[in-house]
């Protein structure tokens, strides 16, 4: 006969819960405009239905002007940017100046496809570099490669595939860029369970990198 | 040369009492039993010449080369052990290989001048291994980074130049090139001057019949690198025999 596990209390629940591996379910957004790029993301980091971050920083950066912005595994995202971190600092020391937005994405795509089958990670790296400016990379879960204008992911973007389409234009201003991605990874929070706390973004340009954090209570409510 | 013969230049892992390796100089001299070959930077590209010896009546055109492609944004151009030299070559290769695989964009000049002239330099440090018994130019072209031109030398330093000669003529390349006016010069009208340093250098009543070899890498060529085409080195060579006056008179050995 099959046997049926019950949860017997609120602490088998919670048990339970941690031995699930820790994810960002995450929204995450990179997005062009003229001269830099604004990057945001949400905080939460969930281990099942449990919260266990709830002031995550999924802004990691990989070099000065140069961001990853992980989704995913909270320890195989960790892992690769920590790796590609390393390339990049060994790289640029032997060049003599800073790497380019497009190294750092090769790298990630580099790990995420040779190690596809026992990662899970979804990556977009974006930054501002001296040859190509601004520039997006998403490294979706097959570890393909592809620059985009502006590129969203997580599980929150599914919600924002609609309100990115109709609301972005190319060379926007940094306010005209600003209040479209902190919408947008609002709006996100407001839909998508796995993600939600603050809203963490930063603007990168030639003077360097900006980072801002927008707290729970200010999160516009789209419910009303 | 003292202290040959005195045991201090069997192997590079040895000092001579004054501070010298041997071994490493014994491979500089094979350099310079090598017949010519000069690199020169201009406005807007790279040249390399190189002055090869015709070793048989019988060797098909094109089968000695001298020169090398490292990807296709990076020229080459060796004198000395012509084996060592394509074993430089091809490391150099590898390495750009490996560059762009990992970062996708092709390796910077420097970058593998700095990574070649390591590889160079871990050869002067193992008695068992003999050091490179050849100097290798790079050049390269591009929007970004203009011309570049580089040396590598069998003791593993490297420097960059405007322009460079190795070989048995080095000295008096050297003079020729210097009387050039490099930052002005256009690669179209420096073919002509590269085939004339060569013919200059070349002893006729003393070395063996000669080719002359030239590649470059510039502006004309999409910043690839590639063989000179055979017309503009047909014009350079009837330019260089037309303006060369034959040095063997002031030649001390001929008299």
Redesign the interface.
């Known amino acids: 006969m099959e046997t049926v596990e019950l949860y017997n209390s609120q602490e088998q629940i919670v048990l339970d819960d941690l031995s699930e591996p820790v994810k960002t379910g995450t929204t995450i957004m990179a997005v062009q405009y003229k001269g830099g790029i604004v990057i945001g993301a949400d905080s939460r980091t969930t281990s099942g239905a449990l919260i266990v971050n709830r002031v995550t920083d999924k802004l990691t950066p990989v070099a000065d002007k140069i961001f990853s912005l992980r989704s995913g595994s909270a320890a195989d995202t960790q892992e690769i940017a920590a790796i590609v971190r390393y390339?990049l600092n060994i790289?640029s020391t032997?060049?003599?100046k800073p790497p380019?937005v497009?190294?750092a994405a090769?790298?990630f795509r580099?790990f995420c496809y040779v190690y596809k089958n026992y990662l899970l990670a979804s990556i977009i790296c974006a930054g501002y570099d001296e040859?190509d400016g601004p520039s997006i990379y998403s490294i979706p879960l097959g570890g393909a490669i592809i620059k985009q204008p502006y590129a969203i992911g997580g599980s929150g973007s599914t919600y924002l595939y609609g309100y990115c389409d109709a609301n972005f234009k190319e060379d926007m201003t940094k306010e005209e860029c600003v209040s479209f991605v902190t919408n947008a990874v609002g709006l996100a929070i407001a839909r998508d369970g796995s993600s939600g706390g603050i809203i963490r973004y930063a603007i990168i340009d030639s003077d360097g990198v900006e980072r801002h954090t927008i707290y729970g209570d200010q999160v516009k409510n789209y419910f009303k | 040369m003292s202290g040959i013969g005195t045991g201090y230049d069997v192997t590079p892992t040895t000092y001579s009492p004054e501070g010298r390796i041997f071994q490493v100089e014994y491979a500089a001299r094979s350099v310079e039993n090598s017949s010519t070959a000069i690199g020169i930077r201009v406005s807007d590209g790279v040249i390399f010449g190189v002055e090869k010896k015709i070793i048989s009546k019988m060797l098909v055109k094109g089968s000695n080369r001298r020169v090398g492609s490292v990807g296709d944004h990076i020229g080459a151009s060796i004198a000395g052990l012509t084996a060592d030299g394509r074993r430089i070559i091809k490391q150099a290769n590898s390495e750009a290989k490996s560059y762009k695989d990992l970062t996708s964009e092709a390796i910077p000049l420097n970058v593998l001048v700095d990574r070649i002239s390591s590889f160079v330099q871990m050869h002067t440090l193992y008695a068992s291994i003999r050091p490179f018994g050849c100097a290798v130019m790079f050049g390269s072209y591009n929007e970004k980074d203009g011309a570049q031109l580089f040396l590598v030398e069998p003791s593993g330093v490297s420097f960059g130049y405007y322009g460079c000669a190795i070989g048995k003529a080095k000295q008096s390349a050297k003079t020729e090139i210097e009387k050039l006016n490099l930052s002005e010069l256009t690669c179209r009208e420096a073919i002509k001057q590269v085939a004339k340093i060569i013919y200059t250098i070349h002893d006729e009543s003393k070395d063996k019949e000669m080719e002359l070899e030239m590649s470059w890498i510039c502006k004309e060529s999409g910043g690839k690198h590639e063989l000179v085409p055979d017309d503009l080195i047909a014009e350079a060579e009837q330019f260089a025999k037309d303006n060369t006056v034959s040095t063997n008179i002031l030649n001390f050995d001929n008299i």
Request: proline letters at 0%; charged letters at 15%.
């Open positions: 390339y790289l032997e060049q003599g380019t497009k190294m090769n790298l580099q040859t």
